[in-house]
């Protein structure tokens, strides 16, 4: 939660610092990537936070929570990245990808163990 409220306020930031009122989603190409960057972080959320729970519960408290961490890292890398270029946020989104695809591997494994086996 403390990540989306960041990328949040980074578009408040953009919005006062190139004057571009809501509803306004265009203007100054900085903060356009800006706003993609948050709405792309926060299209991800739900998914992220339901597979971390699911993997935590059913499969590894511990490896789940690594992988979290390592997911929420490439988020930020991913936001940071995309403030300077649109190709700057290929190698994190790779990452973050590849980790949710962890995340669904692990909750999968979690679920068919608690369900299919005694």
């Avoid at 709405?39 to 408290?61: D, K, R, T």
């Avoid at 270029?85 to 669904?104: H, I």
């Amino acid at each position: 939660v403390l990540f989306l409220a960041y990328f949040a306020m980074q578009v408040i930031y953009a919005r006062r610092k190139y004057k571009i009122s809501p509803p306004e989603t265009t203007g100054h190409p900085e903060f356009e990537r800006i706003f993609r960057a948050q709405s792309n972080c926060s299209e991800y959320f739900p998914i992220f936070i339901s597979l971390l729970w699911v993997a935590g519960i059913f499969f590894h408290q511990g490896v789940s929570a690594a992988c979290g961490l390592l997911y929420l890292y490439s988020r930020l890398k991913y936001f940071q990245g995309y403030l300077l270029a649109a190709q700057g946020r290929l190698g994190p989104l790779y990452a973050s990808a590849w980790l949710l695809w962890l995340l669904v591997g692990l909750a999968l494994a979690g679920l068919l163990a608690h369900f299919l086996w005694p």
